[in-house]
Structures are given as C-alpha cells and as structure tokens.
C-alpha cells in the first residue's frame, strides 16, 4: 500500500478547533459579533501558543444547524471570524467548517480569507442526521473548488458522527469511494457523536482502504489514548480535549492543552 501523503504538508499534524459561539441570527446568539470574535482570538491565540500545527473555524454554536445551506448572515459572521483568527495566528494554517453540510459556503469562506483547507461532513453518498437526509454534493464541491480555490485542501468524514447511512454500507467501502471518487485530500474518522471514542479497527478499515489519503481522527482523542490512535492513523482533529472539563462548548484551558499537545508530539516522535 503506497504510503499517505501529508496532510497540508505536515507530518501526522494536530488540528485545534476553534468552537465559535452562536453567531447572529442563530437561536442562542447573544451579545453581538465582537464578542464572538474577541472569544475565537482568545482560544486561537492560546491554542497557537501551545503549539497546534494548525486551526479549524466551526459554528459550533449555531445548533440546531442548516442541514446544507446556511444564510448570508451566518456566511458573513464566520468570514469575520475566521479573519480574525488568521490575523491572531498568521503563520499557522487555517481550516474552516460551515455546519453543519454547506461545504459551498466553506470554500468561499476559504477563499475569502487564505484558509488552507475545509471540513466537509458529508462529501459523497447519504447520512440521515438530527437535520435529516443529508446528501454528498462532491460534484458541485470540487467544481466549484476547481473555479474558485484550487490550493484548498479538502478533509472530509466517513461516515460522520451523529449520523447514520442512509442505505447499509460499511466504513471501508464509503472510505474508498471518499477517497477514490470523492475528491477528499484527507478522510476523518470520528466516533459516534462529538467527543466519541474512536475505535482503533474502524480507523484501521479506513486505513487500508484510504489509499494514499491521509486519515485523520475527528474526535475521542486524548492525551491518554493518542499514542494508541496515532500509531495507526496520519494526523487528528481536536477540540474538547482542549477544553475546560473536556468539554467543546467551553473555553481552551492552555494547561490542558499544553500537556496533550506534549503527549501528542511524543507519541508523533516530535517532543
């Protein structure tokens, strides 16, 4: 099997998640958008600081989510946002991700503001979520990527958390077809649900079916088990094990964050 490639040009790279809180026009907004931005640069800034070789932008906050599209409002906030945190962490890689499926939005987002990659949820075939059936639109993805942001990269899930396929499949195959057929540059393995346990066979399967795709772990990684999980995958997304009690919705504790960031670049060989 031909070795993965690197994903944005780094060895086996640790993603932190920026968690925006709600934006305007979404139902738990409050305060305004500068509070929103002052939040994102305090948490980019301290996970920048402790050494995360890259930053993803979500609104996080915006639950319940648009299944697919969202409105001009919120495309405008996360701009602002992401803009923000660039300019608070200029020399480290940004992502962005337009929750919950508007993967059109994100790369228009990206383009905006220099991002390097976005997460796409949903990239190829259909997932019936807590917003419905959402379907893959990789054709309109990598057209519109093609015309618009050629250098972006794209990391994409299989078969995503709080999700289930919509018709039986199982992960090595939607990991084949996400990678071979779908465009993705990397594919995500999340667990069941934000902050899941991972299972080390599951990211196994995508492994070997991923080809030269780097896999990524999308959640459940912590400084007590990413040894483990590192060991047989390329590179992790995380965000709750940043945070304040581990949990997403809260601010990033730079002590936690520190010691996984060291328990993380041990286990990549890097410390």
């Not at 608070?88 to 220099?114: E, F, K, Q, S, Y």
């Not at 995380?238 to 809260?250: F, H, P, T």
Request: aromatic fraction near 2%; include cysteine; charge should be positive.
């Amino acid at each position: 099997m031909e070795a993965p490639r690197p994903f944005l040009g780094l060895h086996r790279p640790l993603i932190g998640v920026v968690h925006l809180a709600a934006l305007p026009g979404a139902p738990r907004h409050r305060g305004g958008l500068e509070g929103v931005i002052a939040r994102a640069v305090a948490d980019a800034g301290s996970l920048a600081a402790v050494g995360v070789d890259a930053l993803l932008v979500e609104n996080y906050g915006d639950a319940p989510f648009w299944k697919d599209r969202v409105p001009p409002e919120t495309v405008a906030a996360l701009t602002a946002a992401a803009l923000a945190v660039r300019a608070a962490a200029p020399h480290v890689p940004l992502g962005i991700n337009c929750l919950r499926n508007d993967a059109l939005a994100a790369l228009g987002i990206a383009a905006a503001t220099g991002a390097a990659f976005v997460r796409v949820n949903v990239l190829t075939g259909a997932m019936l979520t807590d917003q419905g059936v959402i379907e893959g639109r990789a054709a309109e993805v990598a057209r519109l990527r093609a015309a618009l942001c050629p250098r972006v990269s794209i990391a994409a899930d299989v078969l995503v958390k709080h999700a289930v396929p919509l018709a039986p499949t199982d992960v090595a195959r939607a990991a084949a077809d996400l990678a071979g057929r779908g465009g993705a540059d990397a594919v995500i393995v999340t667990g069941a649900h934000t902050a899941g346990a991972v299972d080390e066979g599951r990211v196994r399967a995508v492994r070997a079916a991923a080809g030269p795709r780097p896999v990524l772990l999308g959640s459940g990684v912590r400084a007590e088990n990413v040894a483990e999980l590192l060991a047989v995958a390329d590179g992790a997304v995380v965000g709750s094990a940043l945070k304040r009690a581990g949990r997403a919705e809260n601010r990033v504790d730079r002590r936690r964050a520190a010691a996984f960031v060291a328990a993380y670049r041990r286990a990549r060989g890097t410390s």
